[in-house]
């Protein structure tokens, strides 16, 4: 998305507003609901490897010589701790992101406080076309956060998405390698 200047919507007519101030909300919901299920999905997968982390390493600690298979077994522990952490820092990491709806403090700024005729008069000179009083000057320009939050929100889930992806793949494969590792130290050893 498009780095848009803080004004960009002061042309925008009353009706255009609030048709985009309900799709830029939607939108947000729309992400937050997709980042939520993501995030879910990565502490069911590092429930699995915590399990399994635990559980492999119960099993090395058992075995009275170390062998092929426990060079499996510890290369197994090893890679599905990086997973592990790869998943915690990645993926269920919180992250700060703006609001839909903002506190009335945040919204009702000094600047909005001491708008006058002469403010009005500048607003109108840069394109505004709705009617001259503040809570038509302040919904164009929280559609600007709006689409800054919802541009934070995708980058958040396209990171979320892709980094979910590469540790359920190096998840997948780990126990094949933990079987060619035993396989090899087998063979060599």
């Not at 507003?17 to 947000?28: H, K, R, S, Y």
């Not at 937050?32 to 090395?60: A, C, D, P, Q, R």
């Not at 952490?85 to 700060?96: D, G, Q, S």
Request: aromatic content about 12%; overall charge positive.
């Amino acid at each position: 998305m498009k780095n848009l200047p803080d004004d960009y919507f002061l042309d925008t007519e009353d009706e255009l507003v609030e048709f985009l101030e309900t799709q830029g909300e939607a939108c947000i919901k729309e992400i937050y609901h997709s980042n939520t299920v993501n995030k879910e999905n990565g502490y069911k997968l590092l429930s699995i490897l915590i399990v399994g982390i635990g559980s492999s390493f119960l099993l090395l600690t058992q075995r009275p010589n170390l062998d092929f298979l426990s060079a499996g077994l510890v290369f197994f522990i090893t890679w599905w701790s990086l997973c592990a952490i790869y998943l915690v820092t990645r993926v269920v990491k919180v992250h700060m992101h703006g609001l839909i709806h903002a506190s009335p403090d945040l919204l009702y700024t000094e600047s909005y406080k001491y708008i006058n005729q002469e403010s009005f008069d500048y607003l109108k000179s840069k394109g505004l076309k709705g009617k001259c009083n503040r809570l038509s000057v302040m919904r164009r320009y929280r559609l600007h956060v709006l689409c800054q939050t919802a541009n934070e929100m995708n980058r958040d889930n396209e990171r979320i998405r892709t980094s979910l992806t590469r540790a359920r793949m190096a998840t997948i494969i780990t126990p094949i390698c933990a079987i060619l590792i035993s396989a090899l130290t087998y063979l060599f050893f």
